[in-house]
């Protein structure tokens, strides 16, 4: 089993900035994929953005230009970097990792961007 925990989620002024992390723990060995999807109430989650081990990165469009997704393979973490965030930013952030096929979950992390 993959254990997944989330920080920096908060609240902060539009136009400003967070920094999430997350970091892998358990049986991490074998992870690929990790990356970022979040969830606004009345919505589906989506995928923010995911990075493969080699270093390959894929965003949603309504991301592009103000998020960056970072990893460190040697010690199972995953960050992403918002900047000039926007009130639509607002929701429930997951970390997420594929191992041999399988997704794992963190537990969530609020951010609330005010207008």
């Known amino acids: 089993q993959v254990q997944l925990v989330e920080s920096g989620g908060g609240l902060v002024q539009a136009g400003g900035s967070l920094r999430l992390s997350c970091a892998a723990s358990?049986?991490?060995?074998?992870?690929?994929?990790m990356g970022w999807y979040r969830q606004a109430p009345g919505k589906e989650r989506e995928l923010v953005a995911h990075?493969?081990?080699?270093?390959?990165?894929n965003y949603a469009d309504s991301v592009k230009g103000r998020f960056t997704i970072s990893r460190d393979n040697a010690k199972y973490t995953v960050s992403l970097q918002m900047n000039s965030l926007k009130p639509e930013d607002t929701a429930v952030y997951y970390c997420?990792?594929?191992?041999?096929?399988?997704?794992?979950w963190g537990q969530g992390t609020q951010v609330t961007v005010s207008s």
């Open positions: 997420n990792v594929l191992r041999l096929g399988s997704p794992y």
């Open positions: 990075i493969r081990r080699g270093g390959e990165t």
């Open positions: 358990g049986s991490v060995f074998g992870i690929s994929a």
